[in-house]
Each structure stands twice: as C-alpha cells, then as structure tokens.
Nanobody, 125 residues
C-alpha cells in the first residue's frame, strides 16, 4: 500500500504556471504507475496525465497536451505535474493517483487504486 500527499496548488492568473507535487510513502514508489486527475464540482473526476514506473512513457489528456508535463523522481518518492500557460478552465481540485505495476493508459478513475486528498488549483482570468 502507498500513501499519497499532493501539494503545490494555489491561485494563479491565466497564462501562469504551477508545479504540483505528489509525495509517496509506504512502499517502493518505483513500482507504481502514477497519474493525475482533476475534478470540478458536479462533474466526474477527469484524467489529466499518466507516467510509467520508469518515467519513460507518458500520456496526456488532449486538453492539457503541450501545456502540462508529468514527471517523477523515484529517488525522492515524488511525482510532479508541471502546469504552464494555465487557463481558467484548468480550475479544479487535482488528485494524484497510483496503481502497482505496469499499466496502459487508464482514463477511468475506477482503474486506479490509491488516491491523495487533492489540492485546489484556481486560475483567474
């Protein structure tokens, strides 16, 4: 089992940047595929990005491709989501998630096992 804690959210103006962090503890972080989802009130949690255990493979939602970058540092047991050129539509609670082992792209939140508590990102226009 792994525990996940997100940080780095906040208020930013449109066009700005934020970097979210996901600190993991409990098990060997490098054994987990890591993802980021986001959720706005009244809507289902939506896939943002995913990174393989080694960091060699990444996937992105079309809405963030070219603006967001997912990465990880297995030595620090931490995953990251660098968000650039933020837009008001990016406003949401962002969640880090993980599942053990190899995974193909998993866009459904039900396909993931472990979740953090979420961090709020608000982009003002």
């Amino acid at each position: 089992q792994v525990q996940l804690v997100e940080s780095g959210g906040g208020l930013v103006q449109a066009g700005g940047s934020l970097r979210l962090s996901c600190a993991a503890s409990g098990r060997t972080f490098s054994g987990y595929t890591v993802g980021w989802f986001r959720q706005v009130p009244g809507k289902e949690r939506a896939f943002v990005a995913q990174i393989s255990r080694s960091g060699g493979s990444t996937y992105y939602a079309d809405s963030v491709k070219g603006r967001f970058m997912i990465s990880r540092d297995n030595a620090k047991n931490t995953g990251y989501l660098q968000m650039n050129n933020l837009k008001p539509d990016d406003t949401a609670v962002y969640y880090c998630t993980a599942r053990e082992g190899f995974s193909y792209r998993i866009e459904s939140p039900g396909g993931w096992v472990y979740w953090g508590q979420g961090t709020q990102v608000t982009v003002s226009s």
